[in-house]
């Protein structure tokens, strides 16, 4: 407690009597008081979270430092032998099954231990029997095409869960696109890009074919009229005028052989 007093205080002092709503440490710890952590977001250091254990990790890891584990918003978890404190007896209890959101970390309670996430999807699990870090999920992909064949999609889905998709049509955007000078690739006129955030944009540089490279093409699975297909936060819907596909913000794509739009 006594660390974090002292950087709240110093935060205070740099930045005046506003610092305590935007550079502090949030505290929290498991109802049974052996597991606790910080959510430390300091303005004047990278955010992290760090979560101590009053029975040690269990095996000790191969550092032999088993106070707990820290991570950053993206990257490992590892473990650290701690030269002071973040207990806090007034942190805020997380009750058995309930998850909370600190910053990009999503904290799960339960009477078998406290489990942790950042945005790349590393992690660690923390209890009184068993402790240890979580590895990085591998990302997704697929790809998809219309009955017809002329659109080819592939997707992915990224470890933070993040989505895109890029959608080639063989017989071209009609109308074309505004060319561009290309730094790096060739000048394209058959390709659309939509992430699961903002909005859809033509790919005007590519340096190869996306999703109409012949393999992709090949193992791509026909998405058949009337039919949707959804990955992360993007859907795409298939019918005989064309290709829609929208993400959660509602900003998307359409895509024929006649006209393309995005909106």
């Known amino acids: 407690m006594a660390r ?3 950087l709240v205080l110093l935060a205070l002092l740099v930045s005046g009597g506003s610092a305590l709503a935007q550079s502090a440490a949030d505290t929290f710890r498991l109802p049974s008081g052996n597991v606790y952590c910080a959510y430390e977001h300091y303005s004047f250091s990278p955010k992290d979270l760090r979560c101590e254990i009053r029975t040690k990790i269990k095996p000790t890891p191969p550092s032999g430092c088993d106070d707990g584990y820290i991570m950053r918003q993206t990257g490992p978890a590892r473990s650290f032998c701690a030269s002071d404190t973040i207990y806090d007896r007034n942190a805020l209890v997380l009750p058995y099954g309930a998850t909370r959101q600190f910053g ?4 799960s309670s339960s009477a078998s231990g406290l489990k942790c996430v950042n945005a790349s999807g590393h992690g660690f699990l923390l209890s009184k029997q068993h402790s240890h870090t979580l590895t990085q999920p591998a990302p997704r992909y697929g ?3 219309t009955p017809s064949g ?3 999609c592939g997707y992915g889905i990224a470890p933070d869960r993040s ?3 890029e959608c080639g049509i063989k017989s071209g955007l009609k109308p074309p696109p505004r060319r561009i000078h290309c730094d790096a690739g060739d000048p394209n006129d058959k390709r659309l890009g939509l992430r699961d ?3 859809a944009t033509p790919v005007l540089c590519a340096g190869d074919p996306g999703p109409l490279l012949p393999q992709i093409d090949a ?3 026909v998405l058949a009229y009337g039919r949707s297909i959804r990955f992360g936060r993007i859907t795409c819907s298939s019918a005989i005028t064309g290709l829609t596909c929208r993400n959660s913000a509602r900003h998307g794509f359409f895509l024929s052989r006649e006209r393309w739009r995005t909106f």
């Not at 990009?104 to 904290?107: E, G, P, Q, R, T």
């Open 4 to 6: 974090v007093t002292l």
């Open 104 to 107: 990009v970390f999503k904290c």
């Open 143 to 145: 790809a998809f095409k």
């Open 150 to 152: 002329n659109i080819v």
């Open 163 to 165: 989505a895109s998709t």
């Open 197 to 199: 955030t903002g909005r």
């Open 219 to 221: 193992k791509a699975k």
